[in-house]
């Protein structure tokens, strides 16, 4: 095997007439050869892919021979046997001489085997079921006799004399009941309750209503009437006492307190939520303003960004590495900071993907683009990524914008909600390597949908910052929450002031009409 070289110095003599009009488009000579490697690497990638189809379609022509020969011997095979099925199936199932019809016409013909069979044990006559029916239920056995009706000692006459004693039996026991002669029979017996249970009513009754009379008097203390007034004024009074707040006890008072208690715990909850939100805010502007005056802040910026990007799903399996401190392929040149290269398992195996990050205000986005073409071609990357600072970024620039090969987008390491459009520029740029690797009309398709995702994801961040503009004001709102609060408990203060003032004015009213 020949070792691969690193370098391979390769002089041409180009006459083709298209590939030299299209090198002299390129007036700087290392422009030019780069276009020029690129498109021999195009080449090379062709032509090996092309081999490929080659060794593919030998394969297919193989695979179609042996096919072909398998075709034939299983034909011949199916043949053979289908030969040998339908001998097999003559010898036995032949109408004129075949095994299986002489053996079920010896078994079910005229005088056949079955035949005799059923004559010998169910025949008319001398059959062994004839003899065994005329010996149990015949016209002489000892069945019939007994149940015949002319036998004195049959079932019949049995039964009719047992019926026919029964029913005397019941009938006399019956009238013996209704007897008025009988003194101890049913009738006699309920005449003689009758009498006696009018007797107890009639005198039951005038107790009874002497009794309720007594107890609708007022005379009497302890009458129900007497017992219900006591009760209605004892329960009239302690609902008086109930709602009084000169009671300390009764269950306005006790109310009032609950209220008093819950309205200085939630004030009290918002001064320490406010003296909280004070506090991590002044810490934060505290970090903000440190991080300004720190003289390494960009260079915290890059390194915070290649972290974040070795962590990110999306990224799982292909190399980040950061080469913001190394030389690439120009001289003395060190523009592209971070550099992605998909693995193998990609689609586009071998892209490369720069990222260039800022946190300087002096950049636009026509700078931006600019040194994104410089790092590409420092990098040798097809795709570049520039990551504004969205503390020092100017405000014209938009959160995810892609021109060509070329993607902006705003990140803030300090504030997730930036994170999503990181993202979604990562995933851009992993969707145009796949569109170079494989130039063909259905990758051309799935880009026209990437790209209507890609503003569809653009108004869902304009959205987002509505969102975070709406929660700023929601945490500067604070203070107006806690005097809502305030004026809630004086507006509960006066409302009770009313209620006890009617409660009194109702209280004066009872005792009056008692």
């Known amino acids: 095997m020949v070792a691969q070289a690193e370098t391979l110095r390769l002089v041409l ?12 488009k390129f007036s700087d000579e290392a422009e030019r050869q780069a276009f020029a490697l690129a498109a021999l690497r195009i080449g090379i990638l062709a032509l090996r892919q092309a081999r490929g189809d080659l060794d593919k379609q030998t394969i297919r022509e193989e695979a179609d021979r042996l096919l072909e020969n398998l075709r034939s011997c299983l034909s011949s095979h199916q043949q053979l046997l289908s030969e040998q099925l339908e001998s097999a199936l003559r010898h036995y199932f032949d109408p004129r001489d075949g095994q299986f019809p002489q053996r079920v016409e010896r078994l079910i013909g005229q005088n056949g085997e079955l035949e005799q069979f059923l004559r010998r044990y169910i025949g008319q006559q001398d059959s062994e079921l004839a003899k065994t029916l005329a010996a149990h239920v015949g016209e002489n056995s000892r069945l019939m006799q007994y149940l015949s009706p002319q036998q004195r000692e049959g079932l019949l006459a049995h039964l009719q004399k047992l019926v026919e004693d029964k029913l005397r039996e019941q009938r006399e026991h019956v009238l013996q009941q209704f007897s008025l002669d009988n003194q101890d029979g049913a009738l006699s017996r309920f005449l003689r309750q009758l009498k006696e249970h009018q007797q107890q ?33 004892d329960a009239q009074n302690k609902i008086i006492s109930e709602f009084s707040l000169d009671n300390d006890n009764s269950a306005l008072s006790r109310l009032r307190k609950e209220l008093i208690s819950t309205l200085e715990k939630i004030r009290d909850s918002q001064q320490a939520f406010q003296q909280e939100v004070k506090k991590e805010l002044a810490a934060l502007q505290a970090r903000k303003e440190e991080m300004q005056r720190s003289v390494r802040h960009g260079l915290q910026f890059e390194q915070a960004l290649y972290q974040h990007l070795r962590n990110e799903p999306t990224l799982f399996g292909h190399l980040v590495e950061f080469v913001g401190d190394k030389v690439g392929k120009s001289p003395r040149s060190k523009v592209g900071d971070i550099v992605i290269q998909l693995n193998n398992d990609s689609a586009a195996a071998g892209a490369r993907i720069v990222i260039e990050a800022k946190e300087q205000q002096s950049y636009t986005e026509r700078q931006a683009l600019e040194e994104l073409a410089q790092a590409r071609q420092n990098r040798e990357a097809q795709i570049g990524i520039f990551v504004f600072s969205r503390k020092t970024a100017p405000k014209d620039i938009r959160p995810l914008f892609r021109q060509e090969n070329d993607i902006l987008t705003l990140w803030d390491p300090e504030d997730p909600s930036t994170d999503i459009y990181l993202q979604g520029a990562v995933l851009v740029a992993l969707a145009l390597c796949v569109r170079a690797a494989k130039q063909s009309t259905l990758a051309s398709a799935d880009i026209e949908v990437l790209e209507n995702a890609l503003r569809q994801l653009e108004k869902s961040l304009t959205g987002l910052e509505k969102i975070e503009k709406c929660a700023t004001t929601i945490r500067n709102q604070a203070d107006e929450v806690h005097k809502e609060a305030t004026k809630c408990r004086k507006e509960l203060e006066n409302q009770l002031d009313a209620l006890r003032h009617s409660l009194e004015s109702l209280r004066h009213l009872f005792q009056r009409g008692n």
């Open 201 to 233: 009513v009639a005198g039951d009754l005038q107790t009874k209503i002497a009794t309720v009379v007594e107890e609708f008097s007022l005379d009497r203390e302890d009458s129900a009437l007497s017992r219900l007034v006591r009760n209605v004024q």
């Open 13 to 24: 003599e180009i006459r083709d007439r298209e590939v030299i009009e299209e090198l002299s």
